[in-house]
């Protein structure tokens, strides 16, 4: 036993020393975990997208028409950045990126909404920009409707009714919307409280491939064992203990950022979501072990770690639902960690969900480590033999 | 290596057998680039997310509420999918995540419609697990809600003693139409696969050359000469520009993606993009010390870089001084300008009365190409000394 604790000692003490000999790891890790966690934190500002450029062509030029504009621009979703008569012009404007949205009121407007002519409302929006064009179409499609509830309500003030009578009559029906578990409708919880956990897990999985793989490429890998006393378990284990201790330390601090620091709600246990970024991460960590034992050619292990990490962040369903994916591509996003740390987030922090809930993803991420021991011969042999094209 | 005359196509063609013999930068270079799109519109290959289940709670079990249902349910963006008895229960089913959405109607729902003064209320709740389930239960249900109270309103005045002719009028006071322009599905792949494509070219480039420069200096094969800048440029350029032209000409018409823009100004936007990415990469690449490393430690840019450049984000939300770094990288420029060329029609070489000029970010890759030309010019030439010292 204590010849097993000397032989993992001598092998974490010739990691630390290769790890702080080269700046890359630290700088992979520590350093790209803080700059992603600052650049996204920051990036979002309040989380809502406001006052988002919008034109409006008024081609009526009517009192009623001046101040459906400053109606509009009073609100907090738009900022109208261009008011013209020329339709071709606010078009223009859509196509350099410059507004997302357009409110057409015609020629005639207020003659023909006197006269109950019933003038049409026009508005465009651009779904190139899926938030600016959302927001702004929301606010448009408001903004129609208030026309008409604002000249119904003249027609009949007109008509000796009180106000409170005749917003009854306007109004008579409402949808109160709840957002659940998110009730500010904030962007930017949504989307850092998986894509950190993401980058988090990419830079495991990378760092864990090129820690391995570089001892595979440089040859040093006979030192390496011989540390260990030929012992392919204690030479993983000695290794990757610096490694995993720095993964749990990021994890640990970026959970205490989002839910602490920050902020960000967890209705269900804290306790269990950490639990599930732990998880998380020791799963990509494991999935590295099992691209390198699977390619011990380190350019390719790195190039196919690369391809198979970005694709979790599209796969794991929190921007495009997985309901709305072919059934192969649904298939294959349970084979993405990040997909069951999201279920296991969505589950714990937003849902509250009971505990049983998360067990299958909990036993996913776990499936993940046990698969890095099936390659351990591969591995092992590829240490000792060096049976791999070494470019 | 005589026979060549000029050092410039010496390197060029060294370049090129460099590239060519690597299979790791092939990998990179041409199978991701051309792989990584069509996986990627399998992805998204749904656009729209249709048949959100919704639970439904129907405390006041009346015709009106029913008759609202059922045109709900005709919508194809969501399903009723569970009729509940409680909140509880439909609570129950959306922590499992077996609903999406939540519709109530409370008890006194019937009778405050037939009240003339009374306004009856629904209650929406939304799954913010993704932003896209909202979107779709939201939107689609205030439709409905908008249509039902029209014909609310019109009894409502008939009520009052208005001729039905006139309360019709009155209530249709102002219509609208909406219109979505250039990308009319408005699907989610329709918004992000041009994003991405701009994308994959600029990060390959990006990993691809700085694998190029590592490999060289690991291999004391370096090469700073002016002439290497010029020739290592031309042969990336000349490789990229036809992935370009496939990746930007030919696939979004292939698959369906938005391809509003005409084929020479995609072209012509190319070649000041490649040109930008590739002297910012060659840039970049003076630092990398090994072949892999930079694959390891600009990983997460590509989010960073997506995020940054204001696309999924608006981009007048994002915080001056990341806008202001944003600038620097070519993919900032590129993406929207192709966005605006591709996806809304707008144009180099064609512009007039309905093409706006997409010039202000084509002109500022070029100045983007220029600035990092004379920086990796700069950069050669002290590496080109430091390399002379240490010999």
């Not at chain 1, 900022?79 to 223009?92: F, K, W």
């Not at chain 1, 006197?114 to 938030?131: E, G, L, W």
């Not at chain 1, 198979?308 to 639902?321: E, H, I, K, R």
Request: some cysteine; overall charge positive; hydrophobic content about 50%.
């Amino acid at each position: 036993m204590k010849i097993i604790l000397q032989n993992i000692w001598r092998v974490l003490l010739r990691e630390l020393k290769m790890m702080f000999a080269r700046p890359l790891y630290l700088f992979a890790s520590v350093g790209v975990m803080l700059l992603s966690t600052f650049f996204f934190l920051t990036l979002m500002k309040g989380g809502a997208a406001e006052k988002m450029p919008m034109a409006v062509v008024d081609l009526d030029q009517t009192t009623i028409s001046r101040r459906l504009i400053h109606e509009m621009q009073a609100t907090p979703s738009v900022d109208i950045q261009l008011i013209t008569n020329s339709y071709p012009e606010a078009r223009q404007a859509m196509q350099n990126g410059k507004i997302y949205g357009i409110f057409v009121i015609r020629e005639g407007f207020y003659r023909d909404l006197v006269s109950f002519k019933r003038p049409q409302i026009d508005f465009y929006v651009t779904n190139a920009y899926t938030v600016g064009g959302n927001t702004t179409y929301k606010q448009m499609l408001t903004m129609a409707n208030l026309v008409s509830g604002a000249f119904q309500r003249e027609v009949l003030r007109k008509k000796g009714l009180t106000d409170d009578v005749i917003m009854h009559r306007i109004q008579p029906l409402a949808i109160e919307g709840h957002m659940v578990a998110n009730p500010w409708g904030n962007y930017s919880i949504y989307l850092v409280s998986t894509i950190l956990p993401g980058i988090l897990g990419l830079i495991c999985l990378m760092l864990t491939i090129f820690a391995i793989g570089f001892e595979l490429k440089a040859r040093t890998s006979h030192a390496w064992l011989r540390a260990a006393g030929g012992n392919y378990t204690i030479a993983m284990i000695g290794k990757l203990i610096p490694y995993t201790l720095i993964y749990l330390i990021l994890g640990i601090g970026c959970h205490l950022i989002l839910y602490r620091f920050v902020g960000f709600p967890v209705y269900g246990s804290t306790g269990r979501l950490m639990f599930g970024l732990l998880l998380f991460i020791l799963a990509m960590e494991a999935l590295g072990i099992t691209m390198i034992g699977l390619l011990p050619t380190l350019r390719d292990a790195l190039s196919i770690g690369a391809l198979y990490s970005m694709l979790g962040f599209s796969l794991s369903g929190f921007t495009y639902p997985q309901m709305a994916m072919l059934p192969p591509v649904k298939a294959l996003s349970y084979l993405e960690p990040l997909r069951h740390y999201y279920l296991i987030y969505v589950n714990e922090a937003l849902m509250a969900a009971p505990v049983e809930n998360s067990l299958p993803n909990a036993l996913a991420l776990t499936a993940f480590m046990l698969a890095s021991l099936c390659v351990a011969p591969r591995l092992h042999r590829a240490l000792v033999y060096w049976n791999y094209p070494l470019k | 290596m005589s026979e060549y005359k000029y050092p410039i196509v010496k390197s060029f063609v060294t370049e090129l057998q460099r590239i060519f013999r690597d299979p790791g930068v092939v990998v990179i270079f041409i199978v991701a680039t051309l792989a990584y799109p069509l996986i990627y519109k399998a992805l998204y290959w749904n656009e729209q997310i249709n048949d959100v289940p919704v639970a439904v709670v129907d405390l006041s079990n009346s015709p009106e509420s029913r008759a609202f249902l059922h045109q709900w349910n005709a919508s194809p963006d969501i399903r009723l999918t569970h009729s509940c008895t409680s909140m509880a229960e439909a609570e129950q089913l959306l922590r499992n995540q077996k609903v999406h959405g939540i519709i109530y109607f409370p008890h006194d729902f019937e009778r405050q419609l037939a009240d003339p003064l009374g306004k009856a209320h629904i209650s929406l709740y939304c799954d913010m697990s993704s932003f896209l389930y909202m979107k779709a239960i939201y939107l689609s249900c205030n439709q409905v809600m908008l249509e039902s109270m029209r014909n609310i309103q019109i009894d409502r005045y008939e009520q009052m003693g208005m001729d039905k002719e006139f309360a019709w009028a009155l209530v249709q006071d102002a219509p609208y139409s909406e219109t979505a322009l250039f990308t009319p599905t408005g699907g989610y792949g329709s918004f992000l696969i041009p994003a991405v494509l701009m994308l994959i070219l600029h990060q390959t480039l990006l990993f691809g050359i700085c694998m190029l420069g590592g490999t060289a200096r690991e291999e004391n094969d370096e090469n700073y000469s002016f002439a290497s800048l010029i020739g290592r440029a031309g042969a990336c350029f000349l490789i990229y520009f036809g992935l370009a032209a496939i990746l930007l000409g030919f696939f979004p018409r292939l698959f369906g993606i938005p391809h509003i823009g005409a084929i020479d100004d995609i072209l012509l936007l190319i070649v000041p993009y490649l040109l930008a990415i590739i002297f910012f990469s060659l840039c970049v690449s003076v630092f990398i010390r090994n072949r892999e490393s930079g694959l390891v430690l600009l990983i997460s840019t590509s989010l960073i870089f997506l995020f940054m450049a204001g696309i999924s984000w608006p981009k007048e939300m994002i915080p001056a001084a990341w806008r202001y770094l944003s600038y620097f990288i070519p993919y900032t420029w590129g993406a929207h300008a192709f966005i605006h060329i591709n996806s809304m029609g707008a144009s180099l070489l064609h512009t007039n009365g309905f093409a706006a000029s997409a010039a202000t970010e084509w002109i500022a890759l070029w100045i983007l190409a220029a600035f990092y030309f004379i920086m990796a010019s700069g950069l050669f030439y002290i590496r080109k000394k430091r390399v002379l010292e240490n010999k």
